[in-house]
């Protein structure tokens, strides 16, 4: 059994592990966010215009640059009383159910915390945490969110931020999302890359990454 940190082929250690939110840590079937689906029910469409109007409306909302309550402006909510409910509703079904979290990831990844830093890295909107999303939170050295950082994945901004901040050459990370745009971001900026389908499959390619020769 070796000890040593695992090496990419560049033959550098891989020190960071650097983890989607929505759709690893979060569970969300088919869906890359949950946004879609929300909207669908609040503004009474179906879920593929939501999700269109969702992609082609979100940029300035999660990257912290407008409220919720702009943010139904846009969607042409005109009444205040509205838009406010609207923001109610929205913040309160967007915070995730404990049934939606991937635990054993979670545990995976505490066990690998010893060997590796750990970060989180999600495009999501500002809501008021609750108690679960706390305890999440907890799990990572720290959780680089959209809003708070003011870049989006797949952006190579977002990537690029997160390498400044965590003083990370890119050959020493590995990403694991759920995306192919992201996968593709991180794989040209040299970092290693792991699409998420599955626990066990994570586990398996973790273990292929390169050890050090002795």
């Not at 029910?41 to 940029?59: F, G, S, V």
């Not at 990370?168 to 759920?178: N, T």
């Not at 192919?180 to 626990?199: F, Q, R, V």
Request: aromatic content about 8%; glycine content about 4%; hydrophobic content about 40%.
């Amino acid at each position: 059994m070796h000890n040593s940190p695992k090496i990419n082929d560049m033959g550098q250690s891989i020190k960071y592990i650097i983890i989607d939110y929505g759709g690893v840590i979060i569970k969300l079937g088919k869906r890359q966010t949950k946004m879609p689906m929300i909207l669908s029910k609040q503004l009474k469409i179906t879920e593929d215009a939501a999700k269109i109007l969702w992609y082609n409306n979100r940029h300035q909302l999660i990257t912290g640059k407008e409220s919720l309550e702009s943010f139904g402006k846009k969607l042409h909510i005109n009444s205040a009383e509205r838009r406010i409910k609207f923001a109610e509703q929205i913040r309160k079904n967007y915070l995730p159910k404990k049934n939606q979290v991937n635990w054993d990831l979670l545990r995976y990844l505490k066990s690998l915390s010893a060997k590796y830093k750990i970060y989180g890295f999600s495009n999501t909107i500002a809501v008021t945490p609750n108690k679960l999303q706390l305890d999440l939170d907890h799990y990572f050295i720290k959780v680089f969110k959209s809003y708070a950082e003011g870049h989006v994945k797949p952006d190579r901004a977002a990537f690029l931020n997160i390498l400044r901040k965590i003083k990370a050459q890119p050959s020493e990370c590995v990403l694991i999302d759920d995306t192919d745009e992201n996968i593709a971001m991180a794989e040209i900026l040299g970092m290693e890359a792991i699409k998420y389908t599955a626990l066990p499959a994570l586990k398996k390619k973790l273990q292929l990454l390169k050890y050090p020769s002795t």
